[in-house]
């Protein structure tokens, strides 16, 4: 484990994806219904997915299983690419497309967005494997491409068709094509703020193609998803993130982490940080450990149904570990969820449905936790706040990108920035600056 310690950072990353992938294989061929792992690849590969489609449901544990360890096993390949450089960006990029594959993307939809940027790097004269995050980033839209492929303009699937095919690679293009220019420009919008920044160009992307696919020419829009949420496994889920989450720590451990090593880590607001850099590999991959076990608590504590979206948003939310989120900043964002879901009932005239664990709200926490860097900078208690906020405005944003962005919650969260930021930086005071003023 010395030796894993003393690899450059790109490499052990590369290796720390290869590795999640082969858990996600592994775990596809010892489960139960393995013998029918690759029939229900089948069906999740050639079935619409907008959020939130139950893989569980829709292709049996191994199929969801198997359709995560492929696309982790893409995104890997992407990053030995010439001249790719695995970075904490590249663990974002890593994690939200695994986290995805639960529940809105698969091993077919993810390569149309992808081709547009192997255009961008044609035509700019740019190396492919320094546009892998980019890459990977345009993903964040793959359910559009299965509904293209699928269905559209129609109302039900027709199954692929050559028109569909056309209309995805054309669409895939334009949007990979100009995504590297809005990822660079994206963290302007929220001046650090919400980690989930790829969330600011792809989201906005999703709204200007439905409101042209589905309102101006005229589409017909998909119903909910057709899977049932119903379809989990308390067992097979908790058994996996524990037992994964706990061998991150004990190698962390071997790699020679001290528990004063995580702690500096954890006193870091999460503010435009990288804790590869500063803090080494080896309190990354404990951060990895200890925040998904924190995450899994917290799904625990407050009923979720642990099906393949809940699975997914695990590791949705494990996205930041190396570079702003730890569960020090992330609580308070689960405190605002839960305090204004709570009061939200009690105020509340009629059928409430936005209670705690359902589906949509622990789906809305799993992106709400990308304002970390407002609790960590400013304090907890305006931590709480944004929290709060991004509750009451997370089941309302999926009516802009007719439910085609996977990245609705990032989205959401740079809405608050947007709303709660300037408002911070105009009255308040951070944290380090009522300390430098308490000192004087």
């Known amino acids: 484990m010395k030796n894993c310690k003393s690899l450059d950072s790109s490499l052990f990353l590369k290796l720390l994806f290869a590795a999640m992938s082969l858990a996600f294989l592994i775990c596809a061929v010892i489960l139960p219904d393995r013998g029918a792992m690759f029939t229900g690849l089948w069906t999740i590969l050639s079935s619409t997915c907008k959020i939130a489609t139950n893989t569980f449901d829709l292709g049996g544990f191994s199929g969801a299983f198997l359709n995560a360890g492929l696309v982790g096993l893409i995104c890997t390949a992407l990053f ?77 699937a ?72 119903e379809v989990g496994s308390w067992l097979i889920v908790n058994l996996f993130c524990i037992g994964l989450f706990v061998l991150c720590i004990v190698v962390a451990i071997l790699m020679g982490c001290r528990p004063k090593d995580y702690w500096n880590l954890m006193k870091e607001s999460g503010h435009s940080s990288d804790f590869i850099q500063k803090f080494g590999k080896e309190s990354v991959l404990m951060n990895l450990g200890v925040y998904g076990l924190f995450i899994m608590l917290y799904y625990n504590l407050v009923g979720a149904s642990f099906n393949a979206v809940t699975l997914g948003c695990v ?17 308070p964002i689960m405190v605002g969820y ?61 009516n802009l990108h007719g439910g085609f962005c996977l990245y609705n919650g990032g989205l959401t969260a740079a809405f608050i920035c947007l709303l709660f930021v300037p408002i911070l930086q105009r009255f308040c005071k951070t944290k380090e600056e009522r300390k430098a003023l308490k000192n004087k």
């Open 80 to 156: 030995f690419l010439p001249k790719a450089k695995a970075t904490a960006p590249s663990v974002i990029a890593f994690f939200l497309t695994v986290g995805f594959s639960f529940w809105g993307l698969n091993a077919i939809n993810i390569w149309f967005g992808m081709l547009g940027v192997a255009l961008y790097c044609l035509v700019k004269k740019e190396s492919l494997g320094s546009q892998v995050n980019a890459m990977i980033f345009t993903t964040g839209i793959a359910p559009l491409y299965s509904d293209l492929l699928l269905r559209y303009p129609n109302a039900e």
């Open 315 to 331: 590791f949705c939310m494990l996205a930041c570990c190396a570079s702003d989120s730890h569960p020090g900043n992330v609580w």
């Open 338 to 398: 839960v305090l204004v879901s709570f009061l939200c009932q009690y105020l509340a005239v009629g059928d409430y449905s936005q209670v705690i664990n359902n589906q949509s709200i622990v789906i809305g926490l799993c992106f709400a936790s990308g304002l970390s860097p407002i609790s960590g900078k400013y304090g907890w208690p305006f931590g709480i706040i944004a929290g709060a906020m991004h509750f009451v405005l997370v089941t309302s944003v999926p």
């Open 158 to 229: 027709v199954g692929f068709h050559w028109e569909g095919l056309a209309l995805a690679v054309g669409i895939g293009l334009a949007v990979g094509f100009f995504l590297p220019a809005g990822l660079a420009y994206a963290a302007n919008v929220h001046k650090g703020f919400d980690l989930y920044s790829a969330a600011v160009p792809v989201g906005m992307t999703a709204f200007f193609l439905r409101a042209l696919l589905y309102q101006v020419l005229g589409g017909t829009l998909p119903g909910g998803a057709s899977t049932s949420l």
